[in-house]
């Protein structure tokens, strides 16, 4: 059954490295991960749609051995299944506008690609998403680690979920990386400077009403690049 193979698929992935737990193979695959254990046990049906069928595709995960346990479970051969595996999350493009952790940075530059960036090792939470990369500039977020000249990976991903985090946003033509908290019944977004470790001492610098025309959210950041090592974002 599909939830036995969906079981071969996560230990897999997790003898390879690309994963380390549930929850980034829920977000790898692109599927709820309060949803998980029902699939894997098959106490409800695996349903795919367009973009966790794209998901299983860029991890070269062999569609009709998923469904119907025909063929092997990758497309290719196992070192070619491996290859695929480890461009998930390679080649992000590197925009060439910085974004800003400090005091705002003309955004209108934002589709320059100035190069691409192949992370140190395979993220779990970049894979399966459509991610960018910035450089921040300023340190108005040092309290999570995020440092001038960092460099941010984003989920430029449409329609996602958006809930409390740090995210790459524009406001009013300048782009930011801020951490956001969302009052929805205000129909408000709490724009917020992170100095201190302590999220609780966070400054609040901007409240913005959710539908303005000078809002307008890139993508939740999962992860930054600090002197060769790899952050995970919160």
């Known amino acids: 059954m599909i939830g036995e193979r969906l079981q071969e698929l996560y230990d897999s992935l997790i003898e390879k490295g690309v994963i380390s737990s549930k929850k980034d193979f829920s977000d790898v695959l692109g599927i709820d991960y309060g949803s998980l254990s029902k699939y894997l046990t098959n106490k409800v049906n695996l349903s795919l749609n367009n973009l966790n069928y794209s998901n299983y595709k860029n991890l070269g995960v062999n569609i009709d051995w998923l469904l119907t346990g025909e063929g092997e479970m990758f497309q290719n051969s196992t070192e070619a299944a491996r290859s695929e595996i480890a461009k998930v999350g390679a080649k992000i493009?590197?925009?060439?506008?910085?974004?800003?952790?400090?005091?705002?940075?003309?955004?209108e530059c934002a589709d320059n690609i100035a190069g691409y960036i192949e992370p140190l090792s395979p993220i779990p939470s970049l894979s399966g998403k459509k991610v960018f990369a910035f450089r921040a500039s300023g340190v108005s977020m040092i309290g999570l680690g995020i440092q001038d000249g960092d460099i941010l990976f984003f989920d430029g991903s449409a329609d996602q979920q958006l809930k409390d985090g740090v995210y790459v946003f524009g406001f009013a033509g300048d782009a930011y990386c801020k951490l956001l908290r969302f009052e929805p019944l205000e129909n408000k977004v709490m724009v917020y400077s992170v100095q201190k470790q302590d999220l609780r001492e966070a400054e609040l610098v901007r409240t913005i009403e959710a539908d303005s025309e000078d809002f307008h959210i890139f993508g939740r950041v999962l992860a930054w690049l600090h002197e060769n090592t790899v952050l995970r974002g919160i």
């Open 93 to 107: 493009p590197l925009l060439a506008q910085k974004v800003s952790c400090g005091p705002g940075q003309n955004w």
